[in-house]
């Protein structure tokens, strides 16, 4: 690090950039360590080469870098993430002006292809719904679990770290935080408020018992403690063979898909979805919810002035 004697202007930079993703732009600690890794591995490699400056950075030692990654198996996507983590720090470095000219300018990235979402069908959905068993507190926290990512969208992270204080039964509502500590507000289906009404008047009283509520987080363990990301994982995983639906085709960011995916269906707009599920970048929610180009043209047909007015093409 750039405390360390001997450490390289690169190091500092790497450093620097780092510091500056984490507390003034407020990324995830998951996103700030997928950089770090990256930057890690190039700043190791330049030190090697013997460049230790941005200013000594080439576009060769650049493309240097990539075929490194390449030749030890990474795949395209992995080079690609490093790449644009590269982008990032050299952007940031050229900004403080420490570069002269541009070492990415002329380097082509890795094609990567982009990944279409596991889909998983609404009726499928209806019976992973089905399947809990709701006579016991612990099946009433399931189904309630279900139906409120199903219904708002939410990341699995947000469902089991849900405070409390963040459910508006009355509005509709669930106050979630999101990556980079990014709060949204977002309405919740009738389906999912019923569940969880339920779940808090004759569920979570029976789990939490007469044990202190020091975790006020809404959805609770049999031992009174805050859910877990693979605690969900597994019941969820346990519900879907209970469905007999491929455990594999099922997985909390797979509802998460299908919230996304039915609201498109149903004519929601990208915007909405977008804000719905906390993306800042609409790119992500484009791919997200992988829209087919047959539907595409009939809504240019039906909707543009220049369209033939008629909502099937024929």
Do not use: C, W
């Amino acid at each position: 690090m750039s405390g360390q004697r001997g450490a390289s202007d690169l190091d500092a930079l790497r450093d620097a950039f780092l510091n500056y993703v984490r507390l003034e732009q407020g990324l995830a600690k998951k996103t700030v360590e997928a950089y770090a890794r990256d930057l890690n591995r190039f700043v190791g490699f330049s030190v090697k080469e013997g460049l230790r400056t941005p200013a000594a950075l080439t576009r060769q030692s650049v493309v240097g870098f990539l075929e490194l990654l390449e030749a030890e198996g990474l795949g395209a996507r992995s080079r690609a993430r490093a790449l644009s983590s590269l982008r990032r720090m050299l952007a940031f470095a050229a900004e403080r002006g420490q570069l002269e000219h541009d070492p990415l300018e002329g380097v082509i990235g890795p094609r990567v292809t982009a990944k279409l979402p596991v889909v998983i069908r609404p009726d499928e959905t209806e019976a992973l719904v089905a399947a809990v068993d709701v006579t016991t507190p612990i099946g009433l926290r399931d189904r309630a679990m279900i139906e409120l990512l199903y219904g708002a969208g939410l990341r699995v992270s947000e469902l089991v770290s849900l405070p409390l204080s963040a459910v508006d039964s009355r509005g509709g509502l669930v106050r979630v935080l999101g990556k980079g500590s990014k709060e949204r507000i977002v309405p919740v289906g009738e389906a999912a408020l019923a569940a969880l009404e339920v779940y808090m008047r004759e569920g979570r009283p029976e789990l939490l018992g007469l044990r202190p509520d020091r975790s006020r987080a809404v959805f609770l363990t049999r031992r009174a403690g805050p859910m877990t990301r693979q605690n969900f994982f597994l019941l969820l995983r346990k519900v879907a063979r209970r469905a007999g639906i491929p455990q594999d085709r099922v997985s909390p960011h797979v509802l998460r898909h299908a919230f996304a995916t039915d609201l498109l269906e149903g004519g929601a707009d990208l915007r909405s979805i977008q804000a719905m599920l906390g993306h800042s970048d609409l790119a992500t929610t484009q791919i997200y919810t992988h829209i087919d180009r047959g539907r595409l043209r009939a809504s240019v047909e039906a909707r543009h002035p220049r369209g033939s007015g008629r909502p099937e093409s024929e």
